[in-house]
């Protein structure tokens, strides 16, 4: 490796000279830091890491103390790490026990914290890196020339050492000057590789083995066999054991297929041009920043993020957008001037980096020469790096569930403490031995906190995420799929999504003088006449010959198609070698010409929303076609060529639905260099050609979908790139916006030097004749004039991507009105998406997004649910991908979501209420020193509990949706109310049955024949069983000091009747918490839950009824008279029969909680929902047909980049003058 070193102006790369070899981002173009925060510890003792990035993190300086690691050392010993563990669970009070805080230059240890809503803490040894130990390093040579470049403030001289941290595989040098720590990758470039190892199974199992959970269990293990429960504590850490093996071995092989996901990375053989070795072959793992590569004209796969300076790339990019078509990567432009490459280039910079992951299918170079790119980024700092980092740190999912779940665990943790309290109180009291009461008091706490509460909360998932995967619906983000069941806000893409893929040429309208010719439209078979339009549709594309079949964009390729030309390669080793040759096909019409080359293409990109070429005909002249969006071609035309009625023909054909391209054309005059043109030079003074209309359809599925949801009041949101006419239009046939319904277009504008900003609102009239796929599918415009008024009928609000920017800016008090009832998001850009998804968000919606492409990667991550419909890589930018490309995944997985989340809240229930019955029985029997036995505890916990926390979630979801959603907390009144109630039904049944035995005639504390002796004569000439004569004395005669000579045994009456109440009530409670409609399928339909139901009730009544000797022994329970049994059925049936009542009744009943709020005046705390009340007693609201103006417009109008895709637009940079 050598050093980096090409850094241009403020660390912008020249790429006339030879680049050091710094790796990754040490020469982006960074923003001049914030000053340094400064604390009570020191003036710069906290700063930003990533400022205004997603993995944005507050650090923190702190230096070791000697006297306090020495303390902590102790301390480990002492606990025998048990304090080890607590830092291991707690990073942040490691740091504060080891250390002292300090300024972050002084700082051997940085404590990091997320600054997001889950405050995340890690920390990082500051480490040191010596450039002067390398022995090809002269101590004498500059590092790098511009003083002022972040190299130079990075390295401290004269010893050639940086200071540095890394965090989630990215290197942070410390800057001197700015004195904070900034993002240079991997300062000293090691290997050009993404390195994701196997993780060893040791480390995966003590991982695993020091997870809260199984550290609960271990020591509830070891509390049991000191109370000699041997077989319950084998069964429970066999239990464990299976469960840590099939998450290890699941991890394990997440590990495997990610590391051979970046595998073939690693070892790309490329060539690369030096300056004095000149070329050679080599491996990719060798490369750094600066290296020139040789582009041959096979296919690459791409190992690191490069700059073409020259030729022509055709490039896949499905790993990254999730779109397998042909990408034309061109030349970065040559620029004499000083500015940075990504500023000069604008918008459309994209166009020149070919990005690590993405193969290169074609390269063509300049002449003779082949096609040349200089190594940008390296490692993880590439797009593929970032793909890799974010999968291997994943963002957590905040949802309420789960932070109640441990809220509640706390309540059961003071339940216990209570529970404690008694133990101690009543067996000290008994003069019980202190290491006995200890155990029994700790034994209250593995009883009533449930160890598997939150493997039970996940039980639905994991049965949830297997149905979806055989609906073809994959997730990798499993704990979303709760937070699915939540959705009441879907935004979905347009074309690819609600529409076909596909687009059929309808026609051509052409612009002639100042008014337009009539529609030509096309016939099946029937080439297109020649003109200039046709020369625009042969060549304004960016289609490629791959393997002798064309292929590209679908837009591009209906248009070809359309004109029955051909695309073949050129053969010239001229000035046409890198050119694309068109030819008229046999079935093409006449045409003056023998082809065109296609020179050099300008291609499209989403925010410039145009692409032009500039081609020759075969001997003859120049022209420059331009094609896209009409709005866009019309400010690089003539004014003179634009008919007046442009307007009022655009809205005529996209408000019946169309997608609407135009075209534009000129000449170039003889002898002007094609080749020196610019982009500016050529999308000038071009002359309008007029309209190319092509039709998308609706796909089939898309409308019944879209109602479904509405009837489940989910709101549906169109969030496309595409005109707002045309949204419109679509949306209206979807059923977004239903007949009668009125639309509204905002119109907001803000231009640089002028006070104000402005925002219109305009009443769009529903056209008369929509483009329908039948006679059946019109509806009747409306009739009479445009009102006056809006009235009751409902109201949709439609803008635009650049209204959407201006109103963000100026006018962020009307945004969360207007998206309240926003329904067509036109013409939005990535980031504009994402953003919009964002807002909605903070309304407090539960914001769903389902889109395809590469624009949608954004606003997939961010969502509560992102749905990819595309089974690319860049998937993993999704939560949830289709593996049908129908909007109907949609739906189902709302549905899925919702059961999941009622089964989650079932398993909750059921599980809390286990614990307390058991607890409640361990606390009555505990008044008389007694307790349950090592088999009573193992049936309950492993042949009742076990067995029906993996079965009861096996219920599929109900088919239809409901216009309601399942609660989304666990501290819902009616969840709640569920508890408490069945509870208290519980101690009332258990108590009732310990009092009632003590009062039978039969009693008797210390014979326990006495109660079947008149009646069972085998028993009485049998010996009795072990234990017998001590009754409920054993535990104390076991612990007065005596030698026991025999097996302590808990046989009682109290005992017997407590254990076989607890224990069938377990089953009654699971029956009453089985939830069926409205969200899942009843319970009937759960035929495995039904049969281990019956099953364990037959046991259970088997054990009340039977009377064999070795049985009861074995389970140390004791004979009763049948009508005792009798009378504990009754109870156990009055009990069921109380408790489905109120559950059916009162807490299921949706009409009594909503006349109880009623009542009480209770009203929905969401924003949208305050802001809905707030709207609709407004009665100026919607304003139409007036023009609002801000109070002040910022001379920045650009969306707020809300987030950056890591595995596409990482690397763009904010453009000058468009961000704030």
């Not at 890196?129 to 002022?148: G, K, M, N, T």
């Not at 076909?500 to 051509?508: M, Q, R």
């Not at 049948?1122 to 009055?1134: G, K």
């Amino acid at each position: 490796v050598y050093l980096a070193g090409f850094l241009g102006m403020k660390g912008e790369p020249r790429l006339q000279g030879r680049p050091h070899r710094l790796c990754g981002t040490a020469w982006q173009h960074l923003r001049s830091p914030k000053a340094s925060m400064g604390g009570r510890h020191g003036e710069n003792h906290r700063t930003l890491l990533n400022e205004g990035e997603e993995a944005e993190m507050e650090t923190f300086g702190y230096k070791t103390h000697g006297f306090r690691r020495a303390l902590c050392i102790a301390g480990y010993i002492l606990s025998c790490g048990i304090l080890l563990l607590v830092f291991y669970w707690k990073p942040a009070w490691d740091v504060w026990a080891n250390c002292v805080p300090c300024d972050l230059q002084e700082a051997d240890v940085v404590l990091l914290r997320t600054t997001d809503e889950f405050h995340m803490y890690s920390w990082k040894k500051v480490t040191w890196i010596s450039l002067s130990s390398l022995d090809y390093i002269r101590r004498d040579s500059a590092v790098v020339a511009d003083e002022s470049s972040l190299l130079n403030r990075v390295v401290r001289k004269p010893d050639l050492k940086v200071r540095c941290i890394q965090v989630q595989k990215i290197r942070y040098a410390w800057d001197l000057a700015a004195s904070r720590f900034q993002k240079v990758g991997k300062l000293i470039c090691g290997p050009n590789t993404i390195e994701v190892e196997i993780t060893p199974i040791w480390k995966l199992l003590v991982k695993e083995v020091l997870n809260l959970f199984y550290v609960f269990q271990l020591f509830s293990v070891c509390l049991w066999l000191a109370e000699d429960y041997i077989e319950y504590s084998v069964a429970i850490v066999l239990m464990s054991l299976l469960s840590m093996a099939l998450t290890v071995y699941d991890l394990r092989k997440q590990s495997v297929k990610l590391h051979r996901l970046v595998e073939s990375h690693n070892s790309v053989p490329v060539k690369v041009c030096r300056r004095q070795a000149g070329l050679q072959a080599m491996e990719s793992r060798h490369l750094v920043p600066g290296d020139l590569l040789v582009l041959e004209r096979g296919r690459l796969m791409l190992p690191c993020d490069a700059i073409l300076i020259s030729g022509v790339c055709i490039v896949n990019e499905g790993m990254l957008t999730g779109e397998s078509i042909p990408v034309t990567k061109t030349c970065l432009p040559r620029d004499n001037g000083q500015q940075p490459w990504q500023a000069s280039c604008a918008d459309d910079y994209r166009r020149h980096v070919l990005f690590c992951g993405t193969q290169i299918i074609q390269a063509k170079g300049d002449g003779r020469e082949p096609a040349k790119a200089v190594v940008l980024r390296t490692g993880f700092n590439t797009a593929k790096g970032d793909l890799v980092r974010s999968i291997l740190y994943p963002k957590p999912m905040n949802f309420r569930l789960y932070r109640d779940a441990i809220r509640f665990l706390m309540f059961l943790i003071g339940i216990a403490g209570i529970g404690m309290v008694y133990t101690v109180c009543v067996f000290a009291l008994n003069g019980e031995a202190a290491g006995e009461v200890v155990k029994k008091a700790l034994d209250v706490i593995t009883i009533a906190v449930p160890p598997a509460l939150p493997a039970a909360l996940t039980s639905g998932i994991i049965y949830t995420q297997r149905r979806l995967k055989r609906k073809g619906i994959f997730c990798i983000s499993p704990q979303r799929i709760n937070v699915c069941g939540q959705l009441n806000l879907i935004c979905f893409d347009k074309t690819g999504t609600l529409t076909e893929d596909g687009l059929d040429l309808w026609g051509l309208v052409l612009a002639k003088g100042q008014s337009f010719q009539n529609a030509c439209s096309f016939s099946p078979g029937s080439p297109v006449p020649w003109g200039p339009a046709c020369g625009a549709m042969v060549s304004c594309h960016s289609l490629v010959l791959l393997d002798g079949q064309v292929q590209g964009d679908p837009l591009d390729l209906k248009m070809f198609e359309a004109t029955h030309w051909e695309i073949e390669e050129s053969k010239d080793d001229g000035e046409l070698a890198c050119a694309m040759i068109v030819k008229p096909g046999p079935k093409a019409s006449h045409a003056p010409i023998r082809g065109m080359a296609i020179l050099h293409q300008f291609p499209f990109s989403s925010a410039l929303q145009r692409m032009s070429v500039i081609v020759q005909e075969f001997s003859g002249d120049h022209h420059i076609f331009m094609k896209g969006a009409p709005e866009r071609v019309t400010h690089f035309c003539h004014p003179n060529s634009v008919p007046p009625s442009f307007t009022s023909q655009l809205q005529f054909y996209t408000s019946r639905g169309f997608r609407v391209i135009a075209l534009a054309h000129k000449t170039l005059p003889a002898g002007m260099p094609a080749a020196s043109l610019t982009r500016e030079d050529v999308e000038s003074n071009l002359t309008f050609l007029g309209f190319l209309i092509l039709e998308n359809r609706l796909k089939r599925e898309t409308r019944p979908v879209l109602e479904e949801l509405t009837a489940a009041r989910i709101r549906n949101v169109m969030v496309t790139g595409d005109n707002i006419q045309t949204a419109i239009t679509v949306a209206r046939e979807a059923g977004m916006i239903l007949p009668g319904s009125r639309v509204i277009l905002v119109e907001a504008s803000a231009q640089v030097g002028r006070p104000l900003a402005s925002i219109t609102w305009k009443l769009v009239e529903e056209s008369k004749i929509d483009r329908c796929s039948g006679p059946e599918d019109r509806h009747s415009a409306l009739g009479g004039g445009p009102p006056s008024g809006l009235g009751s009928s409902p109201f949709h609000f439609c803008m635009s991507g650049s209204s959407y920017e201006v109103i963000t800016q100026s006018f962020g008090h009307l945004l969360p009105k207007l998206l309240l009832n926003g329904t067509v998001f036109a013409r939005m850009s990535p980031a504009q998406k994402a953003s919009l998804v964002q807002e909605f968000q903070k309304m407090d919606y539960f914001v769903g997004m389902c889109g395809d492409g590469a624009n949608d990667c954004g606003a997939l991550k961010v969502a509560h649910a992102g749905i990819s419909l595309s089974e690319q890589e860049a998937s993993v930018a999704s939560p949830f991908t289709s593996r049908t490309p129908s909007v109907e995944c949609v739906p189902e997985l709302i549905r899925q979501g919702r059961a999941a989340l009622v089964t989650s809240f079932c398993m909750f229930k059921y599980m809390a209420l286990y614990s307390i019955i058991q607890y409640l029985g361990i606390l009555l029997l505990y008044w008389q020193l007694n307790t349950f036995g090592n088999y009573q505890f193992l049936f309950q916990d492993l042949a009742i509990t076990t067995l029906i926390g993996m079965t009861m979630s096996l219920n599929g979801a109900y088919p239809k949706l409901v216009p309601f959603r399942p609660a989304a907390r666990l501290t819902s009144p009616p969840l709640l109310l569920s508890v408490a109630l069945n509870i208290l039904f519980s101690l009332a049944l258990q108590v009732c049955g310990f009092v009632l035995v003590q009062k039978q005639p039969w009693y008797s504390a210390d014979d326990l024949l006495s109660a079947c002796a008149p009646r069972n004569t085998s028993l009485m000439g049998s010996p009795a069983p072990t234990g017998l004569s001590q009754g409920v004395h054993g535990m104390r005669n076991s612990t007065g000091g005596e030698e026991k000579e025999e097996e302590e045994s808990y046989q009682s009456y109290e005992n017997t009747t407590v254990w076989l109440l607890s224990t069938i009530n377990c089953l009654l409670v699971a029956v009453v918490f089985s939830k069926g409609k409205p969200f899942r399928q009843p319970v009937h339909k759960n035929y495995v839950f039904v049969f281990v139901l019956v099953v364990q009730l037959a046991v259970c009544l088997f054990f009340l009824f039977a009377s064999l000797d070795e049985l009861y022994a074995r389970m140390e329970l004791v004979c009763t008279p049948s009508t005792w049994r009798i009378a504990l059925l009754v109870m156990l049936m009055v009990t069921f029969a109380v408790s489905f009542t109120v559950e059916e009744v009162v807490i299921e009943n949706r009409a009594l909680w909503s006349l109880l709020k009623r009542g009480l005046g209770y009203q929905s705390a969401s924003s949208y929902q305050k802001l809905r009340r707030a709207v609709a007693s407004d009665s100026a609201w919607p304003p139409l047909g007036k023009t609002d103006f801000s109070e002040s417009v910022a001379l920045s109008v650009g969306c707020r980049e809300a987030f950056s895709n890591p595995a596409f637009k990482s690397h763009e940079e904010p453009q000058p003058g468009l961000h704030p």
